[in-house]
């Protein structure tokens, strides 16, 4: 992402040990550039208000990494709020030296200070770590921290599309354009599955070739789909990037039953494992919030995500099924089989995804909730993709879970969560949390 512009700032007095508050500070700052080399960081400590206010005035921070090298008081703290709203993270230094002698840095009185002028401030969200810069848990803070605030930047450059609507019974996908401009700063177009399907039919055989070749290398078996099934798939598969590519469409949710099975006789399973590959978070039945939790997770992972149900567990294994009808990314596939094409499971048409996920020893499950009050929540819970052969026809990851299987799913069950989650490669938990409270919502960790 472009411009994404985090920043250190260190305060202090020098009415302290100065020798100790440079040593951490040139160990900070060095810490700070070897996670993210975009961070801007002072040639000096900041040492007094006028010195802040010079350093902050030609800035504009995605993220603050707000230290107190030494103790100062909340005047220091103050002064960045009221130029700037984005997230903070405070990091209280630990004392280097107790020897019964001078207290060299007082940083955690300072952090008491700083805390206090931020919830002064509106009650202003904020994250806090406790440590000296080499420890592994300050490191996971600012990293997690960092990528939070990148994805939240990112997030109002997001365009993304509802390709008509969800179907009967499955209201909780559904967004308003206002409601996601103001919470996350996102863009919603809208779009009727008859106008793709429309776009679909104009294609010639030549118009949708190259789309055909691109999906036979990406697939397996794709020869035995009915020919005119192939070419019903490759005319949706360009009318769809067309579209996606002339609105500048980062994320779509799209309509899938009945209406690419009685309009048009073909699914757009494949179409949108497809897309998912190219970076497109691509959601079926037309579930925003959870397209929405798909391109979150891309962000953090950088590659796709799975997107699907939970529907078995096994508590011998200790697991939990994720399944879909067929609309995986085909890189997702395990590699002993690829990404097979098969049938849609209800609706025996094909082509549609067919196969089970490789593994990933670390995994992370996540959903965008959304209250009925209008309020959201992020779903969270970590374990390992397991090496498991396909569970029923369609797509499927089975995750073995961090906790009790049984419990994840009486508790998210009770909490009420909608039906589709995401599961990522790697452990994001950190970062979510971090970007939950950038938000103000409330963390549901299972």
């Given at each position: 992402m472009?411009d994404?512009?985090?920043?250190?700032v260190?305060?202090g007095?020098p009415?302290?040990h100065m020798?100790?508050a440079q040593?951490?500070f040139?160990?900070?700052?060095?810490?700070?550039r070897?996670v993210?080399?975009?961070?801007?960081?002072?040639d000096?400590?900041l040492l007094g208000?006028?010195?802040?206010?010079?350093?902050?005035?030609p800035?504009?921070?995605d993220?603050?990494v707000?230290q107190?090298?030494?103790f100062?008081n909340a005047?220091?703290?103050s002064?960045v709020?009221r130029?700037?709203?984005?997230?903070?993270?405070l990091w209280?230094?630990r004392?280097p030296?107790?020897?019964?002698?001078r207290?060299?840095l007082?940083?955690?009185?300072?952090?008491y200070?700083?805390?206090n002028?931020l919830?002064?401030f509106g009650?202003?969200?904020?994250?806090y770590?406790f440590g000296a810069?080499e420890?592994?848990?300050?490191?996971?803070?600012?990293?997690?921290?960092?990528a939070?605030?990148?994805?939240?930047?990112?997030?109002r450059?997001?365009?993304?599309a509802a390709?008509?609507?969800t179907?009967?019974?499955f209201?909780?996908?559904r967004?308003?354009d206002?409601e996601?401009?103001?919470t996350f700063?996102v863009e919603?177009?809208?779009i009727?599955a008859r106008?793709l399907?429309d776009?679909a039919k104009?294609?010639s055989d030549?118009?949708?070739?190259?789309?055909?070749e691109?999906?036979?290398c990406?697939t397996c078996?794709l020869?035995?789909?009915?020919?005119?099934n192939?070419l019903?798939?490759?005319?949706?598969?360009?009318?769809?990037?067309?579209y996606v590519r002339g609105h500048?469409i980062?994320?779509?949710a799209?309509r899938?039953?009945p209406?690419?099975?009685?309009?048009?006789?073909t699914p757009v399973?494949?179409?949108?494992?497809?897309l998912?590959d190219?970076?497109?978070?691509a959601?079926c039945?037309?579930?925003?919030?959870?397209?929405l939790s798909?391109?979150?997770?891309?962000?953090?992972?950088?590659?796709p995500?799975?997107?699907?149900d939970p529907?078995?567990l096994?508590?011998?294994?200790?697991?939990?099924?994720?399944w879909?009808?067929?609309a995986?990314a085909?890189?997702?596939?395990?590699?002993?089989?690829?990404a097979v094409?098969?049938?849609h499971?209800?609706?025996?048409i094909g082509?549609?995804?067919?196969?089970g996920c490789?593994a990933?020893?670390?995994?992370t499950?996540?959903?965008i909730?959304?209250?009925?009050?209008?309020s959201f929540r992020?779903?969270?819970l970590?374990?390992?993709?397991?090496?498991k052969p396909?569970?029923?026809?369609?797509?499927s990851?089975?995750?073995?879970?961090d906790?009790?299987c049984?419990?994840?799913?009486e508790?998210s069950?009770k909490?009420g969560f909608?039906?589709h989650?995401v599961?990522?490669?790697?452990?994001?938990a950190?970062?979510?949390e971090r970007l939950a409270?950038?938000?103000?919502?409330?963390i549901?960790?299972y």
């Open positions: 472009k994404f512009v985090p920043v250190y260190p305060v007095v009415t302290f020798e100790s040593d951490q040139t160990r900070s700052a060095a810490l700070l070897r993210d080399g975009d961070f801007v960081c002072p000096e400590m208000v006028d010195q802040l206010r010079d350093y902050l005035a800035l504009q921070p993220l603050i707000f107190n090298l030494t100062a005047a220091y703290m002064e709020l130029r700037f709203d984005c997230p903070v993270l209280t230094l004392e030296v107790i020897d019964g002698g207290l060299r007082n940083s955690l009185t300072g952090a200070s700083a805390a002028a919830r002064s009650d202003r969200p904020f994250a770590v810069p420890e592994e848990r300050v490191v996971s803070a600012v990293s997690a921290c960092v939070a605030a990148r994805v939240k930047k990112a997030m450059g997001l365009r993304m390709v008509g609507h179907p009967q019974g209201g909780f996908g967004a308003l206002s996601l401009m103001h700063g919603l177009e809208a009727e106008e399907i776009m104009a294609c030549e118009d949708c070739a190259d789309y055909l691109k999906t036979r990406a078996g020869e035995k789909t009915p020919s005119k192939q019903d798939h490759a005319r949706l598969y360009k009318a769809y990037t067309d500048r980062g994320a779509l799209s899938c039953w209406d690419f099975f009685t309009a048009f006789g399973c494949t179409v949108l494992s497809l998912n190219e970076g497109v978070a959601a039945e037309a579930d925003i919030y959870g397209a798909m391109w979150i997770g891309m962000q953090l992972s950088g590659e995500v799975f997107f699907g529907v078995s096994d508590e011998g294994e200790n697991t939990v099924t994720f879909h009808c067929g995986a085909c890189s997702l596939a395990r590699h002993d089989t690829g094409v098969g049938v499971p209800n609706r025996k082509p549609a995804m067919d196969f490789e990933f020893p670390e995994a499950v996540f959903r909730g959304r209250e009925p009050d209008g992020f779903f969270l970590e374990g390992e993709a397991l090496d396909k569970q029923f026809t369609g797509t990851i089975v995750v073995r879970t906790s009790p049984r419990d994840v799913v508790r069950v909490d909608e039906p989650f599961v990522i490669r790697g452990r994001h950190a970062a979510l409270e950038m938000f103000g919502f409330e549901c960790k």
